[in-house]
């Protein structure tokens, strides 16, 4: 799995985002990111490490969705799969402002560079 999953929904102007922590978040207290059964990331998800990650995302993800006419729906921890190992990560889900439909071309692009954008502030992979 790459540490960076992007799925746009069909029929509504909703995206999700998966990103998986690769690398120790040192900052975030975060040294070990990779366990051998899902039950043992929930520890990870639940440190103060963890949820001071998330509200540093979360500052950077509505700054920018809202520059690009989006807004976030959820944002929470999510235990990634990486092959035989279990990794925490981020889930966002964003909304086109305003579209009823599937997400246009551009906010699909803005969704994109969001999750580069975060991926690269954060260090993340």
Do not use: N
Request: proline share 6%; glycine share 4%; net charge negative.
């Amino acid at each position: 799995m790459t540490a960076t999953k992007i799925s746009y929904d069909t029929g509504v102007p909703t995206a999700s985002i998966e990103l998986m922590l690769t690398k120790p978040q040192p900052d975030y207290d975060l040294l070990e990111v990779e366990a051998p059964i899902p039950r043992e990331v929930d520890p990870m998800l639940a440190s103060q490490g963890f949820l001071d990650l998330l509200d540093e995302v979360r500052a950077l993800l509505h700054r920018e969705a809202a520059s690009h006419h989006l807004e976030v729906v959820q944002l929470t921890g999510a235990i990634c799969h990486d092959q035989a190992v279990h990794r925490p990560g981020i889930w966002i889900v964003l909304r086109e402002k305003g579209q009823t439909k599937e997400m246009s071309p551009a906010a699909r692009e803005s969704v994109a560079r969001i999750a580069e954008a975060i991926q690269c502030a954060f260090h993340l992979s």
